[in-house]
């Protein structure tokens, strides 16, 4: 569980500033579930410089709640979940610093976008919060303010989820308070499971995938292999140290994420499918698959070029849909092309997508 916060500030000198704003998306990895947004009296002047590039002033800010009246519920929505934030080392030194004062040891795991995005968006001219959003299509609305910087901040993440396809960057670039990683019971990993429709993975103790598996129904999947007595099944759980996952909207995701995965990733736990694979061109070289999203006003691509499966992702708008630059930005590259082709190619022969957008 994350939760992706933004923090506005007064500015001022290292570790004197104070908090004028706050918002936290709790997000599970699929959808925000919960979330806090608020104005904050620092109980000190705002510096000009400030004012200007947020709009928030002084006189904003005399009614709002201070820290301590809005301290609890950053604690209990913050409690169990790696704190996110583009330049996280800001945002949460600001957060210890408020607890701090209040006598509170605020300890959270903390992950940076800033550093993921430099990890697994290439070649940007920058890496701001702005910048970066604009470049990707997503869509920014309050640009710094709180809730509309972590709200973006949300959109990204699920792009870096995307784009993290051995499910290890991210892991290893979390921030732990305790410097070590706590191994999780099988029943605290059984709950974190979401009941989504998608693929998802079992880490060992070093962050390795030892096992893929995907559902309808992941929650119940990961417990049917959690709770089963079979050797292998009783190998998997005595190396089960975490869990991540991938929704989807669709069965075609579904598969195509599955197996080039285990093709990518070959699980030790796993049964690798062989594959008789079709050598057979698509009726059309250059076009996008669009179907379900994750979210009603989500759609999920698949981008085809020079009769060649490129990548696969998620968008939000059609404009982005109907912008070649941007879905090639916003697309997850495959390697195993061939395989990727063979999958697509015989899952359109026997189901429907929602459309095809030709280039």
Same mark, same amino acid.
């Given at each position: 569980?994350?939760?992706?916060?933004?923090?506005?500030?007064?500015?001022?000198?290292?570790?004197?500033?104070?908090?004028?704003?706050?918002?936290?998306?709790?997000?599970?990895?699929?959808?925000?579930?919960?979330?806090?947004?608020?104005?904050?009296?620092?109980?000190?002047?705002?510096?000009?410089?400030?004012?200007?590039?947020?709009?928030?002033?002084?006189?904003?800010?005399?009614?709002?709640? =201070?820290?301590?009246?809005?301290?609890?519920?950053?604690?209990?929505?913050?409690?169990?979940?790696?704190?996110?934030?583009?330049?996280?080392?800001?945002?949460?030194?600001?957060?210890?610093?408020?607890?701090?004062?209040?006598?509170?040891?605020?300890? &959270?795991?903390?992950?940076?976008?800033?550093?993921?995005?430099?990890?697994?968006?290439?070649?940007?001219?920058?890496?701001?919060?702005?910048?970066?959003?604009?470049?990707?299509?997503?869509?920014?609305?309050?640009?710094?303010?709180?809730?509309?910087?972590?709200?973006?901040?949300?959109?990204?993440?699920?792009?870096?989820?995307?784009?993290?396809?051995?499910?290890?960057?991210?892991?290893?670039?979390?921030? @732990?308070?305790?410097? =070590?990683? /706590? /191994?999780?019971?099988?029943?605290?990993?059984?709950?974190?499971?979401?009941?989504?429709?998608?693929?998802?993975?079992?880490?060992?103790?070093?962050?390795?995938?030892?096992?893929?598996? &995907?559902?309808?129904?992941?929650?119940?999947?990961?417990?049917?292999?959690?709770?089963?007595?079979?050797?292998?099944?009783? =190998?998997?759980?005595?190396?089960?140290?975490?869990?991540?996952?991938?929704?989807?909207?669709?069965?075609?995701?579904? /598969?195509?994420?599955?197996?080039?995965?285990?093709?990518?990733?070959?699980?030790? @736990?796993?049964?690798? =499918?062989?594959?008789?694979?079709?050598?057979?061109?698509?009726?059309?070289?250059?076009?996008?698959?669009?179907?379900?999203?994750?979210?009603?006003?989500?759609?999920?691509?698949?981008?085809?070029?020079?009769?060649?499966?490129?990548?696969?992702?998620?968008?939000?708008?059609?404009?982005?849909?109907?912008?070649?630059?941007?879905?090639?930005?916003?697309?997850?590259?495959?390697?195993?092309?061939?395989?990727?082709?063979?999958?697509?190619?015989?899952?359109?022969?026997?189901?429907?997508?929602?459309?095809?957008?030709?280039?």
């Amino acid at each position: 569980m994350y939760a992706i916060i933004d923090i506005e500030t007064t500015g001022g000198k290292f570790n004197e500033e104070g908090i004028t704003e706050i918002a936290i998306y709790k997000f599970d990895g699929n959808t925000v579930v919960d979330q806090f947004i608020s104005l904050v009296n620092p109980e000190k002047d705002i510096q000009e410089f400030v004012v200007g590039l947020t709009g928030i002033n002084n006189a904003m800010l005399r009614n709002a709640p =201070k820290f301590f009246e809005v301290a609890k519920r950053i604690i209990e929505i913050t409690k169990n979940c790696t704190i996110v934030a583009h330049n996280a080392s800001f945002d949460y030194r600001i957060l210890k610093t408020e607890f701090d004062r209040l006598g509170y040891d605020f300890q &959270r795991n903390t992950l940076c976008t800033v550093e993921l995005s430099q990890e697994l968006i290439k070649e940007e001219n920058s890496y701001s919060l702005g910048k970066l959003t604009k470049s990707l299509g997503i869509p920014m609305a309050n640009r710094h303010r709180a809730s509309g910087d972590a709200l973006a901040t949300v959109h990204l993440f699920k792009i870096l989820l995307e784009k993290d396809t051995q499910k290890t960057i991210i892991q290893k670039a979390i921030k @732990y308070f305790d410097k =070590k990683i /706590k /191994k999780e019971k099988l029943k605290s990993m059984i709950e974190e499971m979401p009941e989504y429709l998608g693929v998802f993975y079992i880490h060992d103790a070093k962050g390795t995938v030892i096992y893929i598996g &995907r559902s309808k129904n992941m929650k119940s999947e990961l417990n049917r292999v959690l709770m089963k007595t079979s050797k292998r099944a009783l =190998k998997i759980q005595t190396n089960a140290n975490s869990i991540s996952f991938d929704a989807f909207g669709n069965e075609l995701f579904i /598969k195509l994420k599955y197996y080039l995965e285990l093709d990518k990733l070959s699980p030790k @736990y796993n049964f690798k =499918k062989i594959f008789k694979i079709i050598e057979e061109d698509f009726n059309h070289s250059d076009f996008l698959i669009v179907d379900k999203g994750r979210q009603l006003e989500e759609h999920g691509i698949i981008l085809i070029e020079n009769n060649e499966i490129v990548g696969f992702g998620h968008t939000n708008l059609a404009f982005q849909e109907n912008n070649l630059s941007i879905v090639r930005k916003l697309v997850t590259t495959i390697e195993n092309k061939q395989l990727a082709k063979h999958l697509v190619k015989t899952y359109l022969k026997k189901d429907r997508v929602l459309k095809i957008v030709r280039y």
